[in-house]
């Protein structure tokens, strides 16, 4: 790089810009688990002030962890947002593959339609979308939550995956079938390895929405035994709303999972996205 | 000579495409439909009755729906207009500082500005909550640092003040996605390109302007187009925050959380879901149209370089 576009003053006014809005993105995250460890007049008296040896309080975990099932929650939403994804990535990757290596009649078609659900929500369908459960008898499943997010997930993964099939090298699909391997076999022993990079930058962009729902579980599966960890922090907090150490922690378990789980796969994600995988 | 062998039917085909057409047809397109062709009834006596177009039109008209509706709709264009004054200038201007080649600690700024994006909206809408609230006191204390306390009133409580409050916390959660996908953009501008700026005298600023920006144009058509989806979309926020009322006196009722209250109902008045499949109806042909309109009149006329 030439040295016409760097000087000082002009990288010291970027880092200012950055830094003040990395501060203005980080400062609530950061004031609510801070807060959390606190004793509640340490809370009020002085907010902005880490946890010390004498405010250091753990009161409202323990009225989360006796009041809230937040266990149940929890592995609620582990189990919807972990089956969603598993049928996300395999049905999405078997449509991809379909449609980027087969030459058929509707080919095209059948991907504008499956494509139309990028841009359509599905929480427009809610209404049919209970009727259709309360004909079939799912309504307060986990089944139920899994079926819609496994389609609202089903139109983006296609899309993206059948970009990174069609650069799959057709040599390699050719061996395999000179080699006499069935077209199921191509697909589970030669293409879906491949795959595996471009399924994990979807499948960070499928669960994060899926965890976060407020809407479906709220609508689909309200009872006490199929909530999940966002409903149930949401009842929580406008259950607990004048406690505020229970609703500070409450907060900061619902934010950590996340955070731990991005730190790990924030890479992936920024690389997923850097790399031309949104269009 | 020429017998052409027909080919046999390629059932694998079928197989791939099967679960996902059918997962995606059964629960996401027939109740879009279901969802469509319910709004053209009403419930009379416990029996279904085909009314037409009457549900729009009285959502539309009738002064029982309509003010709400109108509301509604307005907050919701009210909180999309926040959302390109505010969110996609600082997601521009976020990427172009992060872009830049020589900057160090760059993949922490991305890490830690794009946080807030992977939040629930639950956890956004009550820190914020919190935060603003008058009982807590982080905010007025805040203000007081740099002098300002008496700019302090409970936001969230004014009904003047509460969309734009509620839209700037969106602002604030969802900026990481343009600043994302314009900083994907400005990295695939080839060198060559700046280098020929350059040789030009076209720098720093200006070529922001003069060469980077039309350059990103692109991106920042489908920025829009998707921010307006999720706008017009838009529930769980407004509803954390606020509730399904939508308080103070529904200043922040925008048509998710209208459909929500419709729907189901509340207090006293009892769910009606063909009103409800009518203002999801609605949402579906407001979605449409902003979505035709960037496909046919913005996305074509775009034009795109290619390197």
Redesign the interface.
Known sequence: MSQARSSLPRTIAAHAILIAYTIIALFPVILIVMNSFKSRQAIFRSPLMPPTAETFDLVGYRTVMVQGDFFLYFQNSLIVTVVSLFLVLLFGAMAAFALAEYRFRGNTLTGLYLALGIMIPIRLGTVAILQLMVASGLVNTRTALILVYTAQGLPLAIFILSEFTRQISDDLKNAGRIDGLSEYRIFFRLVLPLLRPAMATVAVFTMIPIWNDLWFPLILAPAEPTKTITLGVQIFLGQFVTNWNAVLSALSLAIVPVLVLYLIFSRQLIRGITSGAVK | MATRIKKPF?W??L???A???F??T??????????L??SLFRNAGGEQAFVGIENFRALLTDPRWSASFWNALGNNVWFFVVHMLVQNP?GI??AA??S????R?S??????????????????G???K??LSPL???AP??LDLVGLKSLFTPWLGKAEYALTTLSLISV?QF?GIPM??I??AL??IP?EI??AA?CDGI??MAQFWKIKLPLILPSIG?IS?LTF?GNF?A??LI??AQGALAGPNFSTDIL?TF?YRT??GFQLQLGD?HM??TI??M??FI??AG?CLYLFAIQTRLRRYQF
């Open positions: 390629r694998h085909i197989v791939f495409l679960p996902a057409v997962v995606y059964a629960v996401m397109i027939l109740p879009l439909f279901g969802t062709q319910l600082i201007l976020l500082l992060l830049h080649p020589k900057l600690f993949a922490f700024y991305r890490a830690a500005i794009f946080i807030p994006t992977i939040l629930s909206f639950v956890i956004v009550f820190a914020w919190l935060i807590w006191g982080v204390n805040l604030w900026v994302m996908l900083y994907a990295l695939a060198d700046l280098e350059e720098t720093g489908i187009v989806v979309n529930f769980d509803y954390s998710g459909l729907f189901f879901p409800g499949a999801a109806s949402m579906f979605i449409l979505v």
